[in-house]
Nanobody, 128 residues
Framework: QVQLVESGGGLVQDGGSLRLSCAAS????????MGWFRQAPGKERVFVAA????????YYADSVMGRFTISRDNAKNTVYLQMNNLKPEDTAVYYC?????????????????????WGQGTQVTVSS
Protein backbone atom coordinates (compact mmCIF):
# COMPACT_ATOMS: atom_id res chain seq x y z
CA GLN A 1 0.00 0.00 0.00
CA VAL A 2 1.03 3.56 -0.68
CA GLN A 3 -0.23 6.65 1.07
CA LEU A 4 -0.05 9.97 -0.74
CA VAL A 5 -0.61 13.24 1.10
CA GLU A 6 -0.85 16.53 -0.78
CA SER A 7 -0.20 19.91 0.74
CA GLY A 8 0.43 23.47 -0.36
CA GLY A 9 -2.92 24.45 -1.75
CA GLY A 10 -4.59 27.74 -0.92
CA LEU A 11 -5.97 31.02 -2.18
CA VAL A 12 -3.85 33.12 -4.52
CA GLN A 13 -4.46 36.06 -6.80
CA ASP A 14 -4.38 35.96 -10.57
CA GLY A 15 -0.74 35.78 -11.65
CA GLY A 16 0.46 34.38 -8.35
CA SER A 17 2.34 31.19 -7.53
CA LEU A 18 1.92 28.13 -5.37
CA ARG A 19 3.94 24.97 -4.84
CA LEU A 20 2.12 21.74 -4.14
CA SER A 21 3.81 18.82 -2.44
CA CYS A 22 2.89 15.16 -2.44
CA ALA A 23 4.59 13.04 0.20
CA ALA A 24 4.51 9.28 -0.21
CA SER A 25 4.78 6.65 2.48
CA UNK A 26 4.27 2.93 2.78
CA UNK A 27 6.35 2.00 -0.22
CA UNK A 28 9.45 3.43 -1.78
CA UNK A 29 8.58 5.57 -4.74
CA UNK A 30 10.26 3.44 -7.31
CA UNK A 31 7.01 3.86 -9.18
CA UNK A 32 7.35 4.44 -12.83
CA UNK A 33 5.25 7.60 -12.87
CA MET A 34 3.92 10.19 -10.49
CA GLY A 35 1.19 12.43 -11.79
CA TRP A 36 -0.85 15.48 -10.91
CA PHE A 37 -4.49 15.79 -11.88
CA ARG A 38 -7.08 18.44 -11.14
CA GLN A 39 -10.84 18.59 -10.93
CA ALA A 40 -12.76 21.85 -11.18
CA PRO A 41 -16.32 22.12 -9.86
CA GLY A 42 -18.75 20.38 -12.17
CA LYS A 43 -15.99 19.08 -14.43
CA GLU A 44 -14.12 15.84 -14.89
CA ARG A 45 -10.74 15.18 -13.42
CA VAL A 46 -8.01 15.96 -15.96
CA PHE A 47 -4.32 15.32 -16.35
CA VAL A 48 -1.96 18.15 -15.44
CA ALA A 49 1.56 16.75 -15.36
CA ALA A 50 3.58 13.60 -14.82
CA UNK A 51 7.15 12.65 -14.08
CA UNK A 52 8.96 9.43 -14.77
CA UNK A 53 10.53 8.60 -11.43
CA UNK A 54 13.61 7.02 -12.94
CA UNK A 55 15.32 9.64 -15.04
CA UNK A 56 12.96 12.47 -14.23
CA UNK A 57 11.41 12.98 -17.66
CA UNK A 58 8.44 15.31 -17.37
CA TYR A 59 5.18 15.67 -19.26
CA TYR A 60 2.57 18.41 -19.22
CA ALA A 61 -0.91 19.19 -20.39
CA ASP A 62 -0.99 21.97 -22.97
CA SER A 63 -2.98 24.18 -20.63
CA VAL A 64 -0.15 24.37 -18.08
CA MET A 65 2.92 24.05 -20.30
CA GLY A 66 5.42 26.79 -19.50
CA ARG A 67 3.67 27.75 -16.24
CA PHE A 68 3.81 24.57 -14.15
CA THR A 69 6.83 22.46 -13.29
CA ILE A 70 6.74 18.96 -11.85
CA SER A 71 9.75 17.67 -9.96
CA ARG A 72 10.69 15.03 -7.43
CA ASP A 73 12.99 14.53 -4.47
CA ASN A 74 14.09 10.92 -4.29
CA ALA A 75 15.44 11.20 -0.75
CA LYS A 76 12.19 12.66 0.56
CA ASN A 77 9.92 10.43 -1.51
CA THR A 78 8.10 13.58 -2.53
CA VAL A 79 6.87 15.05 -5.79
CA TYR A 80 6.20 18.74 -6.30
CA LEU A 81 4.14 20.90 -8.62
CA GLN A 82 5.39 24.45 -8.91
CA MET A 83 2.60 26.58 -10.34
CA ASN A 84 3.44 30.04 -11.65
CA ASN A 85 1.35 32.68 -13.39
CA LEU A 86 -1.79 31.11 -12.01
CA LYS A 87 -5.10 31.94 -13.64
CA PRO A 88 -8.68 31.72 -12.37
CA GLU A 89 -9.24 28.74 -14.66
CA ASP A 90 -6.58 26.85 -12.68
CA THR A 91 -8.97 26.78 -9.72
CA ALA A 92 -9.58 23.13 -8.83
CA VAL A 93 -8.85 20.37 -6.37
CA TYR A 94 -5.42 19.02 -7.24
CA TYR A 95 -4.61 15.34 -6.75
CA CYS A 96 -1.34 13.48 -6.93
CA UNK A 97 -1.23 9.88 -8.05
CA UNK A 98 1.25 7.03 -8.38
CA UNK A 99 1.44 4.51 -11.18
CA UNK A 100 3.51 1.39 -10.60
CA UNK A 101 2.95 -0.18 -13.98
CA UNK A 102 5.60 -0.41 -16.63
CA UNK A 103 4.97 1.07 -20.04
CA UNK A 104 7.05 0.42 -23.10
CA UNK A 105 8.73 3.08 -25.15
CA UNK A 106 7.86 6.73 -24.64
CA UNK A 107 4.28 6.18 -23.49
CA UNK A 108 3.20 8.01 -20.36
CA UNK A 109 -0.09 7.69 -18.46
CA UNK A 110 -2.56 10.58 -18.65
CA UNK A 111 -5.79 8.82 -17.71
CA UNK A 112 -6.91 8.55 -14.12
CA UNK A 113 -7.67 4.85 -14.38
CA UNK A 114 -4.03 4.18 -15.24
CA UNK A 115 -2.87 5.29 -11.79
CA UNK A 116 -2.84 2.92 -8.85
CA UNK A 117 -2.86 5.22 -5.81
CA TRP A 118 -4.30 8.66 -5.12
CA GLY A 119 -3.98 11.37 -2.54
CA GLN A 120 -6.92 13.09 -0.90
CA GLY A 121 -6.54 16.30 -2.86
CA THR A 122 -5.71 19.91 -2.04
CA GLN A 123 -7.78 22.93 -3.03
CA VAL A 124 -6.26 25.64 -5.20
CA THR A 125 -8.30 28.80 -5.68
CA VAL A 126 -7.17 31.62 -7.95
CA SER A 127 -9.03 34.89 -7.59
CA SER A 128 -9.35 37.40 -10.40
Amino acid sequence: QVQLVESGGGLVQDGGSLRLSCAASGRTLSSYFMGWFRQAPGKERVFVAAIRWSGGTTYYADSVMGRFTISRDNAKNTVYLQMNNLKPEDTAVYYCAADFKHYSGSYYPTEGYEYDYWGQGTQVTVSS
